[in-house]
């Protein structure tokens, strides 16, 4: 059953939606860079793949809206990790929890400070990770079909 093109108000809640699961792979990308201790920038790559699947078998976004849903929450979540290591980092120093250590850098801080720890590697690996999450998110013919 082909899925019907989303008119505005279901692009805009699936996209927000899309948004969400980018907050959320960050989230749980934090916790292996908080077992080892550092940031794990290569994770990006898992994290697209699971994100383009996301868009669309659970969002149902295809082509060209899909996997520009799938790309935009794969860097949400990179910079979202970025800060949250950035965080991390700010409660080890401190001695504080890391709520506290978010609550008194604040988010243009944390944003400034992820930012000075991105390399260019690092750089190159979350767009290599939304390149595939868009690679993902767009269906791939039927092979079967055309062979006949």
């Known amino acids: 059953m082909p899925a019907e093109r989303p008119r505005l108000p279901g692009f805009v809640f699936g996209a927000f939606c899309a948004v969400m699961f980018g907050f959320a792979v960050g989230a749980v990308w934090m916790v292996p860079s908080m077992m080892f201790g550092r940031a794990l920038p290569a994770l990006v790559l898992p994290a697209g793949w699971i994100l383009g699947v996301v868009v ?5 976004f295809r082509g060209a809206a899909g996997a520009l849903l799938a790309a935009s929450a794969t860097l949400i979540a990179a910079a979202y990790t970025a800060c949250l290591v950035a965080a991390a980092t700010i409660s080890g120093m401190m001695g504080v ?3 506290q250590a978010m609550a008194d850098a604040g988010p243009a801080m944390l944003i400034d400070l ?15 990770g939304a390149a595939l999450a868009a690679l993902v998110a767009w269906p791939l ?3 079967g079909r055309h062979a006949h």
């Open 141 to 143: 013919r039927a092979r």
């Open 97 to 99: 929890g890391l709520a």
């Open 114 to 128: 992820a930012g000075l720890a991105q390399g260019p590697g690092d750089i190159v690996l979350a767009l290599a």
């Open 56 to 60: 669309r078998r659970w969002l149902r």
